[in-house]
């Protein structure tokens, strides 16, 4: 009984902040505590949702959505094996928040494999002026003619594609967000080439770019354009073909980093001194390009033979 007690005399915001702490469907279930407890959830400000395995989200997710009564959200979270027919659901998740105001977002199609199906992110999330952080995995982007995220701060991709009607998304997008001050590209448009133009994002500080699929058959090249970047990082598993660096001008930290994920898809057929000439033909591209900055990091996995021509 004395513990109980305990938490009858919680007030309101002690409540919420315990709630906000879980998620949502055990935050949900602390309705069953008592009379003070039993509405609580319907005021959460963070609402975080993970698909356990064998186990479908959709029900629970919309049953919390109709109950909701508060006005504003802080984190919505949503981690989901996302299908095709799933998409109609997910925009109606997404217009949720976008509508609640919603400051941290974070959508995770929890994708793996390249046949793995995308979910193509609608346009009134490039128009949510509450947006502070932005991550989303497995999407393709088709951006609005007008949006504006005159808010955010980060932006997270992986695994993102780009529509067919949109030129300079990464161009576009960073147009949108003048405040944006980190942004990481995470294994995106592996099979195309990538143009990552900010210059419209003035106050970006941070680039990192990810690409840990391997492919030692990559065509593909990569064009940079960060003229307010003051630290970028390349880690990669392969690197692509070629690289345009335009204006990195104030750059003070550059970090090239090569996957530990490599020694997983080495065959032996592959010979090593080609694979290693790659990498180094890819390094003495970048270098000329950051001569200039404070700090350099160069992290090769030593303990893999190829690799020790680059570092002598």
């Given at each position: 009984?004395?513990?109980?007690?305990?938490?009858?005399?919680?007030?309101?915001?002690?409540?919420?902040?315990?709630?906000?702490?879980?998620?949502?469907?055990?935050?949900v279930r602390t309705s069953l505590l008592s009379r003070q407890w039993k509405d609580q959830w319907r005021y959460l400000s963070n609402i975080v949702v993970?698909?356990?395995?064998?186990?479908?989200?959709?029900?629970?997710?919309?049953?919390f959505i109709s109950g909701f009564w508060g006005n504003k959200i802080h984190k919505f979270h949503v981690q989901?094996?996302?299908?095709?027919?799933?998409?109609?659901?997910?925009?109606?998740?997404?217009?949720?928040a976008v509508t609640?105001?919603?400051?941290?977002?974070?959508?995770?199609?929890?994708?793996?494999?390249?046949k793995d199906p995308l979910y193509l992110t609608p346009p009134f999330v490039f128009c949510c002026e509450s947006l502070v952080s932005l991550s989303l995995k497995?999407?393709?982007?088709?951006?609005?003619?007008?949006?504006?995220?005159?808010?955010?701060?980060?932006?997270?991709?992986r695994r993102m594609e780009v529509g067919r009607t949109n030129g300079g998304t990464i161009r576009k997008l960073a147009s949108m967000a003048p405040m944006l001050e980190r942004l990481s590209l995470v294994n995106c448009m592996r099979t195309r080439n990538i143009n990552i133009d900010v210059s419209g994002s003035p106050r970006l500080k941070e680039l990192s770019i990810?690409?840990?699929?391997?492919?030692?058959?990559?065509?593909?090249?990569?064009?940079?354009?960060?003229p307010s970047v003051k630290?970028?990082?390349?880690?990669?598993?392969?690197?692509?073909?070629?690289?345009?660096?335009?204006?990195?001008?104030?750059?003070?930290?550059?970090?090239?980093?090569?996957?530990?994920?490599?020694?997983e898809y080495l065959w032996t057929e592959v010979r090593e001194d080609w694979?290693?000439?790659?990498?180094?033909?890819?390094?003495?591209?970048?270098?000329?390009?950051?001569?200039?900055?404070?700090?350099?990091?160069?992290?090769?996995?030593?303990?893999?033979?190829?690799?020790?021509?680059?570092?002598?």
């Open positions: 009984m004395a513990d109980i007690n305990m938490f009858e005399k919680l007030d309101q915001t002690e409540l919420q902040m315990i709630l906000n702490k879980l998620p949502m469907q055990d935050a993970k698909q356990p395995p064998r186990k479908e989200i959709e029900p629970s997710l919309a049953s989901l094996n996302y299908l095709p027919d799933k998409e109609e659901q997910v925009n109606s998740w997404m217009w949720f609640k105001e919603v400051e941290v977002l974070k959508l995770d199609t929890a994708m793996d494999g390249d497995g999407c393709v982007v088709e951006l609005p003619d007008s949006g504006n995220l005159p808010n955010l701060r980060t932006l997270s991709l990810i690409e840990t699929k391997v492919d030692l058959a990559r065509t593909t090249g990569m064009d940079i354009l960060a630290k970028i990082i390349f880690l990669y598993a392969s690197p692509r073909k070629d690289y345009n660096i335009y204006d990195v001008s104030n750059c003070i930290e550059f970090t090239f980093a090569i996957s530990e994920q490599l020694r694979l290693s000439l790659r990498y180094h033909v890819a390094l003495l591209n970048l270098l000329p390009h950051f001569q200039n900055v404070k700090v350099l990091r160069i992290c090769i996995p030593y303990h893999l033979p190829m690799f020790k021509k680059i570092i002598g």
